[in-house]
């Protein structure tokens, strides 16, 4: 495989809704947060680790080419492309084993894959939004079903909405590499918009829209926004 160029997508990440990325502490203090956001050990500001940026992308991906269907909940690698026998979906597969990598590695003989396309950064505060407030503290209940009352009260830190990302992906062309790697990318970007990101996400945090992204050194224009 020959190395073209390594573009950059670069682009903002706005928070609609409080996000909470958990910081995964596993000591707890009487009377303080049951559950912090993952913070910089230097700036102890939060931020977004690519890692779970690349993760929540690639398995709304892995549901919307519809490839669970193969692997009842594992993560898809090339193993399962034997199984696969319509040709779009296993184009779609080998996109997105190219994008995200594949686990099998090189035990899978698929030479057609090849190395890792993307590679995430973790997102730090815009300087835009640094002097905002950057936590905020929510009382998240369960609901007893016989007498409808609020029980078991828990306080999960959030990052709060309108506070902005800066977000930064480095991408990889190689020859043969065509315009469905960054157009699944682009989708996996939306759909992202369109779910959320971190915990708790079906009681409303996590939303985020991606803004103000550019191609670097693509040679190409891209819109403002995804829509």
């Known amino acids: 495989m020959k190395l073209n160029s390594i573009k950059q ?26 559950s912090q956001v993952v913070k910089h ?47 779009k979906t296993k184009k779609d597969a080998v996109s997105l084993l190219q994008l995200f990598g594949d686990s099998a590695g090189a035990d899978s003989g698929n030479v057609e894959i090849g190395q890792t396309r993307l590679s995430f950064s973790d997102c730090y505060v815009n300087d835009e939004t640094k002097d905002y407030v950057l936590s905020e503290i929510k009382s998240e209940n369960s609901i007893n079903r016989r007498n409808s009352k609020a029980e078991s009260p828990r306080f999960i830190e959030r990052v709060p909405e309108g506070v902005k990302f800066d977000f930064v992906v480095s991408i990889k ?7 469905n790697l960054l157009a699944a990318f682009y989708k996996g970007l939306k759909l992202l918009e369109l779910d959320a990101l971190g915990g708790s996400g079906s009681r409303g945090y996590g939303k985020i829209k991606f803004e103000n992204l550019n191609l670097v050194g693509a040679g190409v224009s891209l819109p403002e926004n995804l829509d």
């Open 9 to 34: 997508l670069k682009g903002t990440i706005v928070l609609k809704t409080g996000l909470h990325i958990g910081s995964g502490d596993t000591e707890m203090h009487i009377g303080g947060t049951d």
């Open 41 to 87: 050990p230097k700036t102890l500001q939060p931020y977004i680790p690519g890692s779970s940026l690349k993760g929540k992308i690639r398995s709304l991906l892995e549901l919307y080419f519809g490839l669970t269907n193969f692997t009842l909940g594992k993560v898809f690698t090339s193993k399962y492309l034997k199984d696969i026998q319509d040709d």
């Open 173 to 179: 062309d190689f020859d043969g590499d065509g315009g």
